[in-house]
């Protein structure tokens, strides 16, 4: 790959890397923040309707899984990074064949092609 290439990859990888720390920041505070009961004040642990409880534990498993999912992909971002300073960003790291422009345009942290992505996710 020119390191011209490599240079607006990297740019679009950094700027991704800054729009999902944000997420990770405010999917934190939601999952781990306050519930519904403790933002009023409300001295009593009882909700003012059961199906308070189940909307509360609902909406902070959601939050975690989606705060997991982003937190993987910052961790691919980080290592396709790595991989533009070592030289090898656009290798499939598995058949070490190239990877095409269009896949890293749409997902430009992959470390793999096509194929051996099928691979890696059926295992």
């Given at each position: ?34 519930t ?38 910052l ?12 030289g ?36």
């Amino acid at each position: 790959m020119k390191k011209t290439e490599a240079k607006e990859f990297r740019n679009l990888l950094v700027s991704l890397r800054a729009r999902l720390r944000g997420d990770v920041s405010a999917l934190a505070d939601a999952a781990l923040g306050k519930t519904r009961t403790d933002a009023a004040g409300d001295l009593s642990s009882m909700p003012i309707h059961m199906a308070d409880i189940g909307t509360d534990a609902f909406e902070q498993e959601f939050n975690l899984g989606l705060l997991e999912h982003d937190g993987a992909t910052l961790e691919q971002i980080e290592a396709a990074l790595e991989r533009i300073e070592d030289g090898v960003y656009g290798v499939c790291v598995e058949c070490e064949a190239k990877i095409p422009k269009a896949r890293l345009q749409v997902l430009p942290h992959t470390a793999y092609c096509v194929k051996c992505a099928d691979k890696v996710t059926s295992r």
